[in-house]
């Protein structure tokens, strides 16, 4: 499941959420979704995958499309790194099957070497290498870094490796907002980033370590839109 506000605003904001970064713990969450403007459901799922490792998924199927991406990372206190990363997307029936393009694509994040390669559906100058920093995230574990930076009251700032290159990603709050989760209304705090193409909004609430909504857009268009329903 791969746009900045003024600075006071920024320091307000994540003055409120100072609390230190909680540990790793396993989790579903069940969302309604909307994907190319089909109306669908999704679920996250963090588990442990042995050792200091964890599988972070998202499947998101409705209408007859299907979308599953899934990261292997390891967590070592606060430093996440990604190790793989699985891509799929595809119209199984009906309008789906015309409007969906079906697509596969794997990323390799290798630390021994420091670089990152995919396979797959990728054109020959996505494959990389693209070589690796401290720090660098995938689109998936994004969204974990993300919740848990802004409870931290850490800097939103993430060098994103993805799709054969790496670019700077920094998020800003753009307000608060009600939201209703299994059926509590909750206060979240909506941070953003965007260019010229794309956007990411996503809603945060304190003490939930996902976003409680998650917008994707594309050319000013929504992509994927993510709602959270209930939580385990």
């Known amino acids: 499941m791969r746009a900045p506000l003024p600075a006071i605003a920024f320091a307000v904001l994540f003055a409120l959420a100072s609390a230190p970064a909680a540990a790793v713990e396993a989790f579903t969450a069940d969302y309604a979704a909307r994907y190319m403007g089909l109306q669908a459901t999704g679920r996250m799922a963090l588990e442990p995958?042995?050792?200091?490792?964890?599988?972070?998924?998202?499947?998101?199927?409705?209408?007859?499309?299907?979308?599953?991406?899934?990261?292997?990372?390891?967590?070592?206190?606060?430093?996440?790194?990604?190790?793989?990363?699985?891509?799929?997307?595809?119209?199984?029936?009906?309008?789906?099957?015309?409007?969906?393009?079906?697509?596969?694509t794997t990323a390799t994040y290798d630390w021994a070497s420091g670089q990152a390669t995919?396979?797959?559906?990728?054109?020959?100058?996505?494959?990389?290498?693209?070589?690796?920093?401290?720090?660098?995230?995938?689109?998936?574990?994004?969204?974990?870094?993300?919740?848990?930076?802004?409870?931290?009251?850490?800097?939103?700032?993430?060098?994103?490796?993805?799709?054969?290159?790496?670019?700077r990603q920094v998020f800003r709050p753009v307000g608060t907002e009600s939201i209703t989760v299994a059926g509590r209304t909750r206060t979240a705090t909506k941070v953003a980033w965007k260019n010229d193409e794309r956007s990411i909004t996503a809603w945060i609430v304190d003490d939930l370590p996902v976003p409680a909504r998650i917008l994707q857009q594309r050319d000013g268009r929504d992509h994927i839109d993510l709602t959270l329903r209930s939580f385990d």
């Open 49 to 104: 995958a042995g050792g200091n490792r964890w599988k972070y998924s998202l499947e998101v199927s409705g209408a007859g499309a299907r979308l599953e991406q899934n990261t292997v990372f390891e967590a070592d206190g606060e430093q996440w790194r990604p190790v793989s990363s699985r891509d799929s997307q595809r119209g199984e029936s009906g309008l789906a099957a015309m409007l969906v393009k079906p697509r596969t």
């Open 118 to 167: 995919w396979d797959g559906d990728v054109k020959d100058d996505r494959r990389g290498p693209v070589r690796l920093q401290p720090g660098d995230v995938d689109g998936m574990l994004m969204n974990l870094a993300l919740v848990r930076d802004f409870r931290a009251g850490k800097p939103l700032s993430y060098r994103l490796v993805e799709d054969g290159r790496a670019r």
